[in-house]
């Protein structure tokens, strides 16, 4: 199956606006459109991301709040924090292998795998094509843990860390290099903000 049938198209998190206009997005009737995506802010939601749409998909996946999230067209604007496109969307499982086949099953389509060490156990990163976005779903390598999956956070490629540090100011972490050889990361303080998700700023990939 192609990845661009598993578009990612909406993400709904339950958080008031203004604290998504403060990290330097441009909020449209309480939505910010990041490349073929859409932000949702319903603070009735409830707190994290609510429900993701994705072309395809209609039913949770090993307790994945997947299903119908659209949302009216949201105009392509310019950001002033600098962000161009979503990178990455973060999920968690406490059985990764369980979490994987699930979505494998649904006909996801698996990009790579890797692991590594961390406390002392090994842990995975798996990640999935949602059309021009990653799923990045992390666990520890083999365990069999009870309960569901649950998204994250948020990943997004900057054209410009540096001048999205400098018109940030406090509401950006310190700029340093990321895990991928090239790039660099800066996290939004996304509690300080009101915003109820981790959210990652990074410099976009080098192309060869």
């Given amino acids: 199956m192609a990845r661009d049938q598993h578009q990612l198209t909406t993400v709904v998190i339950g958080d008031e606006p203004d604290g998504w206009a403060t990290a330097g997005f441009t909020v449209h009737d309480d939505r910010v459109r990041i490349g073929s995506t859409t932000i949702v802010c319903d603070p009735c939601a409830g707190q ?96 069999e843990g009870a309960g569901p999956a649950a998204f994250w956070g948020l990943a997004l490629e900057c054209d410009d860390l540096d001048l999205a540090a400098s018109r940030l100011g406090e509401a950006l972490g310190t700029v340093k290099d990321a895990v991928q050889p090239g790039r660099r990361i800066a996290t939004v303080r996304a509690k300080e903000l009101g915003i109820s998700v981790p959210i990652a700023l990074m410099s976009s990939h080098h192309r060869r």
């Fill in 48 to 143: 994290g991301i609510a429900v993701v749409g994705i072309d395809g998909l209609i039913d949770k996946v090993d307790g994945l709040p997947i299903g119908l999230a659209g949302a009216p067209v949201t105009p392509a604007a310019e950001h002033r924090n600098r962000v161009t496109g979503f990178d990455h969307l973060v999920a968690m499982s406490p059985s990764i292998d369980r979490t994987a086949d699930a979505l494998i099953d649904a006909g996801v389509q698996r990009r790579r795998t890797r692991r590594f060490e961390m406390g002392g156990e090994t842990r995975r990163q798996d990640f999935f094509w949602l059309g021009d976005v990653i799923l990045e779903l992390v666990g520890v390598d083999g365990a």
